[in-house]
């Protein structure tokens, strides 16, 4: 026998040795049960005993089941495995419980968490929780769990006690030891029962005096109390909530939690001051006790203190007297400073949730208050929103007067008991406000006027606490305070301070009003990257000089601007180094034109030079832009010294002019891009002038986008596919590919125009359509034998992806085909990576969990995505055809080819080749270990009735 089994057998008997299995139901389980379930929000919660061959249910909520094969729980088995809790997020995408029976059945659990029961050091079952969705404990939640799993193992340590007792009673001492059993179990229910007073109400002083209640009516105790801490120099203890005979003594006495006073020599002060309970058995017996006299006259004989503590410090007590001497065994003490213990968890979950409500309704408030047409009057308004929001007797808002550092501030809001003061300045210094110059808050919970002894203030209120925070501005320059006051000694809150900084923020925003509404003038107006004016800028500028020209006869130019291969550097040394360009760039053009000329920038590396009133005569202004432009090349012919690297970069540039004809800015702009283009396509580093010709262009593009709309109306397109082979040479799918069929043109390869459909938006009703027909051909295959594995790839633009319904659209098309998700992939680019990521992946995550696949396609050649490939969910990536064409003549391509591979191996996603055109590409190709190929050598795209006759021909080749 090895150690694991030993180890099973001495647990199988901890287990037995309880006699706990195929008992019936008791109600003391089933509390704990419902409670558990209710703290934890979850629909189902267990109390799991583990025996060799099953799971036995002492007591479920929410599952109408007694029992289970251990192989169809594994949560509970696994949980009892450890001796901390189990938490399982998300069932389905962990391997350990994805196929479990409970995950994949009609139980359809999600969720899990459990604690294991342990007794003697051996698990022999657990309190869990379960939920049919994916989520997470808080820690609140937590806590309560492992609270009530030591209460469910008390509870199976009672049940066992008592019944070993009732057997064994023979003598006088053994009757004693049954009856401090009973009133264990009595403490227990007690316990119960408090918690569920807990949970139940979310009043601080109705709780108290509802636990008060139970320990006197349930317990047997003559009376019960709770008193809590103060700081003060007495060290006084206040009661707060009592129940019971006689409790009108506790408010006779001045009781004190100091070793100095008298009174702190009591049961309630020692349990204070060491933390921890102290028991009485019969103060009558002890001349010393603090309160004797009131005991005798009372009647009380038995007391108990039990300290409330919260994150090491003892911050109460809750103390219970007897009309009876008692001996309290260890267990019971235990049991009872356990509930004290849930009662000082709940207390301070109250708080918790009070101190959330005051920050949410402070938030609302903050919202809600409008600015005032006089500057006092929001920010009196603020002060009296604060001090109401922290609970505070007096606060104010004040603002520092000039000095570095300020030596003086000014109240711009004032509040006193509820009522608004009048302003006035003040000095710092000797105030709590002069640790704010340098800090940015500051707490003084106590005896605050022994600190500032000279401040007339808290003397003249009676002000004994104090919290502030420093205002700052948008450039993190400390410009304001506000404070709140207390009267009573402050236990300090994150909560009071986070509702503080709330209206700190609210504050600086109304100091800074006008500062920050020039500050949203100016994002609104110019390139938050070069300080240069935006496009929306430009165009008013423009649409300016287009009417002076009009009305003056003169005659502008427009100087449309764009970096060669400035997407290069932004992939290959990071988008810092390129936003550094970018502003050199800016000064650059700057020195080139005068001052009353514009230099703008459009966007990413496009910039456009607008000169106005260059000329009367269109060859004199076509001459001093030539010169402009000469001048911007020459200023490039210098490097970029862009921190310790140094960059060559060259502009390609177009020229329009604009005068006395009727233009649009738009247009104007446009004869400008085409010309930049012109220059590009003749060489780059150039400059060429919009010619007429040019127009003919554009007309195209018109005429083109017209012919697509009437197609997208008409349906004029049909879906051609190509297909793909796995590594052993197997048909896996296809790719889609769209062909428009014009009526003018016949058909036309989506390179013709889908850049256009991408630029006018129409490329969503392109792929909205492609996805459409793509899953009902899935779904037709879908009941043919032959065709029911194959997978097809759809290619999804960057401005389909990003759309907003695009993920309800999917789902949508999905379900009204009925085609299956797992047959469907989507062929992603790379470009698409290159702005908010983070959301292309919270797309790609859900539609992943539907069942649809993604592919990288043309990768390598596009934005440097290496970086996301790990939190991409992708299960393909396609190696571009320009690399498998060069595979025997480029060195290079081909060691990126080898390297695309390692890479998807080394992740465990799969690698497409691309463009395979001959028997030696695909041989070289699979030596590599490539795992899928799409290209010439295998077929050409094919219509669908051909595909169709292509895929019956390989099966019957291979049959």
């Not at 990071?574 to 650059?588: F, N, S």
């Not at 020195?591 to 990413?604: F, I, Q, Y």
């Not at 790609?844 to 290496?866: C, I, N, P, Q, R």
């Not at 490539?930 to 094919?942: E, I, M, N, T, V």
Request: proline fraction near 4%; aromatic fraction near 8%; hydrophobic fraction near 40%.
């Amino acid at each position: 026998m090895n150690a694991s089994d030993d180890a099973e057998l001495r647990r199988l008997k901890e287990l037995k040795s309880f006699k706990l299995l195929d008992t019936p139901k008791e109600v003391e389980f089933d509390r704990l049960t419902a409670m558990v379930a209710r703290l934890c929000s979850a629909p189902i919660a267990l109390v799991t005993l583990v025996d060799e061959n099953r799971l036995y249910f002492k007591s479920s909520y929410g599952l109408d089941v007694i029992q289970t094969d251990r192989s169809v729980d594994s949560f509970c088995v696994h949980a009892i495995q450890g001796t901390g809790m189990l938490e399982v997020a998300e069932t389905t995408t962990d391997p350990r419980f994805c196929n479990n029976p409970l995950v994949t059945g009609a139980t359809n659990i999600r969720f899990y968490a459990g604690i294991p029961l342990i007794s003697n050091g051996h698990a022999i079952g657990t309190l869990c929780v379960l939920d049919v969705v994916p989520r997470t404990l808080s820690q609140r939640q937590r806590e309560a769990l492992e609270v009530l799993a030591e209460q469910v193992m008390t509870q199976i340590m009672l049940r066992r006690q008592v019944g070993i007792a009732a057997d064994e009673v023979t003598t006088d001492y053994e009757v004693e030891a049954l009856h401090a059993l009973a009133r264990s179990k009595r403490a227990f229910k007690m316990l119960i029962r408090c918690n569920e007073s807990m949970m139940r109400i979310n009043n601080e002083h109705e709780l108290l005096v509802s636990i008060c209640q139970t320990i006197v009516e349930l317990g047997g105790y003559g009376m019960a109390w709770v008193g809590y801490a103060q700081d003060d120099e007495y060290k006084s203890i206040t009661k707060v909530a009592s129940f019971g005979d006689g409790v009108g003594f506790i408010d006779e006495m001045k009781l004190s939690w100091s070793e100095t006073q008298p009174s702190g020599r009591g049961v309630g002060g020692r349990t204070i001051r060491l933390g921890q309970p102290i028991v009485e058995p019969d103060v009558l017996h002890n001349p010393d006790y603090a309160l004797l006299d009131k005991a005798k006259q009372y009647g009380y004989r038995g007391v108990i203190g039990l300290p409330l503590r919260h994150k090491g410090r003892t911050f109460g007590m809750l103390s219970m007297a007897s009309n009876l001497p008692f001996n309290l065994p260890a267990e019971e003490v235990e049991l009872l400073q356990k509930m004290a213990d849930n009662l000082a968890f709940g207390i301070m979950s109250i708080r918790d949730q009070h101190e959330s409500d005051r920050i949410r309704l402070a938030i609302e408030e903050v919202a809600q208050l409008a600015t005032g047409n006089e500057e006092h009057n929001i920010f009196q308004r603020l002060a009296l929103a604060m001090v109401a929001a922290v609970g505070a007797d007096a606060g104010y808002i004040s603002k520092f007067l000039p000095g570095n550092p300020p030596t003086m501030a000014r109240t711009l809001g004032s509040v006193i008991d509820g009522k608004l003061d009048e302003e006035c300045d003040y000095e710092l210094a000797g105030t709590p406000c002069d640790a704010l110059i340098a800090g940015d808050e500051c707490l003084i919970p106590v005896a605050i006027k022994e600190r500032f002894p000279n401040d007339p203030f808290f003397t003249e209120f009676g002000i004994e606490a104090y919290m502030g925070v420093r205002v700052r501005n948008v450039a993190s320059e400390p410009i304001g305070i506000v404070n709140a006051f207390y009267r009573q000694p402050l236990q300090y809150s994150e909560a009071i301070i986070e509702t503080l900084k709330i209206f700190a923020v609210r504050v600086a925003a109304e100091m800074e009003r006008e500062l920050v509404a020039s500050q949203i003038q100016h994002l609104a107006f110019y390139d938050s990257l070069t300080n240069l004016p935006n496009r929306q800028l430009l165009h008013d500028r423009l649409q300016q000089a287009l009417q002076f020209c009009s009305r003056n006869k003169q005659i502008g130019a427009l100087l449309f601007i764009d970096l060669d291969n400035f997407k290069i550097l932004n992939d290959t040394m990071g988008h810092d180094l390129g936003d550094r360009l970018l502003r050199k760039v800016a000064e650059r053009l700057s020195l080139c034109v005068r001052e009353s000329d514009t230099v703008a920038r459009l966007g990413g590396d496009e910039f456009v030079l607008l000169l106005e009133e260059v000329s009367d005569a269109a060859e004199i202004a076509a001459a001093q832009a030539r010169v402009v432009a000469e001048k911007i090349l020459h200023s490039f012919s210098e490097s970029f010294l862009l921190g310790d690297h140094e960059h060559r970069c060259t502009p390609s540039i177009g020229i329009a002019l604009f005068g006395d004809q009727t233009h649009d800015a738009d247009e104007v702009l446009k004869h400008a891009d085409l010309a930049m283009y012109r220059a590009k396509h003749e060489g780059r580093n150039a400059f060429c002038f919009f010619e007429p010709e040019m127009q003919a262009v554009i007309a195209l593009r018109a005429a083109t986008e017209k012919g697509l709309r009437q197609a997208i109306k008409h349906q004029q397109f049909l879906l051609h596919y190509q297909p793909q082979l796995d590594h052993e040479g197997k048909l896996a799918g296809a790719e889609v590919l769209l062909r428009w069929q014009s009526e003018e043109c016949g058909e036309i390869l989506p390179a013709q125009f889908i850049a256009l459909a991408e630029t006018t938006g129409l490329i969503n009703e392109i792929g909205h359509w492609v996805l459409q027909t793509t899953c009902s051909q899935l779904a037709e295959w879908a009941e043919h034998p032959e065709f029911s594995n194959l997978s097809l790839s759809v290619n999804v633009s960057p401005r389909q992806f990003r759309h907003p319904d695009f993920l309800e659209q999917v789902l949508s098309v999905l379900h009204q085909t009925g085609a299956n998700p797992k047959r469907l992939k989507l062929e992603l680019t790379e470009g698409l990576l290159v702005d908010d990521v983070e959301s292309v992946i919270v797309k790609m995550a859900a539609l992943k969990l539907e069942g649809v696949s993604f592919s990288l396609d043309d990768f390598g050649t596009g934005y440097s995505s290496l970086s996301y490939l790990k939190s991409l969910p992708l299960s393909q990536i396609k190696i571009d055809q320009l690399f498998v064409q060069d595979i025997f003549t480029n060195q290079n391509s081909s060691s990126i080819i080898r390297t695309i591979i390692a890479l998807g191996y080394s992740l465990g996603i799969e690698v497409m080749a691309e463009g395979v055109e001959s028997k030696s590409q695909r041989e070289y190709l699979k030596r590599l270990s490539c795992h899928a190929y799409q290209g010439y050598f295998l077929s050409r795209p094919l219509p669908v009735a051909e595909f169709e006759v292509f895929v019956r021909d390989m099966l019957a080749s291979t049959s």
